[in-house]
């Protein structure tokens, strides 16, 4: 009996913690469900709106109008196809932006003659808004993807570039130091000192960086574009297909919800080490 306690004991407690762990997880990507409440009580709000007829239902249709507007875009009307066109994008855009605005982030933030070679041009060209260089792309390179996945890119790429970079140079000198008395080579030093301390940095601005990806493709499919949630949009509001802009929009918020938890759970898992004010 003794033996039995002995084996059972340890897989017990591996079990407990591996369920604690998927629980926590699941938390971190779904939120606390206390983030429910305020999303319910502006459901009923706009439900009492459209019974009591507050607001002409041009303007703002009833939840089942639209929930039965989503089902017929679903069904018939190829909704998952521009669904599938705006993620694609958001998707090229975000791993072409933050792979470079990374990459020259790490190369500016260890080399100072390279960030002063950046300097000017970087820092000229990121106060122009990426909208204003659709018009000047899109006669380069026509209204397909490639247009969009470029304004979407370079939007992407400054908010990464500077995070790495500002990461790199908030390193604590004290740890510079300790590394050098460990006798740590140049590459040891980039790998288990530099890098790790900078990435709490530079995963905050990943998980900006997807956000703001997938909020711009709205603008740039709305501008320049004949497929995605954004030319769905200003369709809708041209004909005044209310319904099919809600549920544009909602579909936008969900995804947008559901990316922005997914990084989260990516940070929280990355940065587990790190130990901070929970709140």
């Keep these: 009996m003794g033996d039995v ?14 369920l604690r762990d ?6 971190m990507r779904l939120g606390s469900p206390i983030g429910l409440i305020l999303p319910l009580v502006i459901l009923l709000l706009w439900q009492t709106a459209a019974t009591f007829q507050w607001v002409e239902p041009v303007f703002l249709p009833a939840p089942r109008k639209v929930a039965v507007a989503f089902w017929v875009m679903l069904t018939k009307q190829d ?9 694609s994008i958001v998707g ?13 982030g790490i190369a500016a933030g260890l080399s100072r003659k390279f960030e002063q070679f950046l300097g000017v041009t970087v820092d000229t060209i990121r106060h122009i808004p990426g909208i204003a260089w659709l018009p000047l792309i899109v006669l380069w390179l026509g209204i397909g993807a490639p247009a969009k ?10 908010p990464l ?34 890098l790790p301390s900078a990435m709490p940095s530079i995963m905050v601005s990943l998980r900006y960086a997807a956000g703001l990806a997938w909020a711009l493709v709205v603008v740039a ?13 200003f369709r809708a509001q041209g004909l005044l297909l209310t319904d099919q802009l809600l549920v544009c929009m909602v579909v936008i918020g969900v995804v947008g919800f559901i990316i922005d938890r997914q990084m989260y759970a ?6 587990r080490w790190q130990q901070g004010f929970k709140g």
């Design 266 to 271: 990516l940070q929280a898992r990355i940065l």
């Design 79 to 87: 909704l998952i196809f521009d669904f599938l066109a705006s993620i």
């Design 221 to 233: 499919e709305g501008l320049s574009g004949l497929e995605g949630l954004g030319f769905l949009i």
């Design 161 to 194: 570039f500077l995070n790495t970079l500002q990461g790199i140079r908030s390193v604590e000198k004290r740890h510079i130091e300790l590394g050098k008395v460990l006798l740590l080579s140049r590459r040891q030093m980039v790998l288990k000192v530099i």
């Design 92 to 104: 090229q855009s975000f791993i072409y932006g933050s792979t470079i605005g990374i990459g020259l």
């Design 22 to 27: 998927h629980l926590l997880a699941l938390k």
């Design 5 to 18: 306690s002995i084996v059972h004991t340890p897989v017990g407690k591996t079990y407990d913690t591996r």
């Design 149 to 158: 996945i470029l304004v979407i890119g370079k939007s992407v790429f400054f």
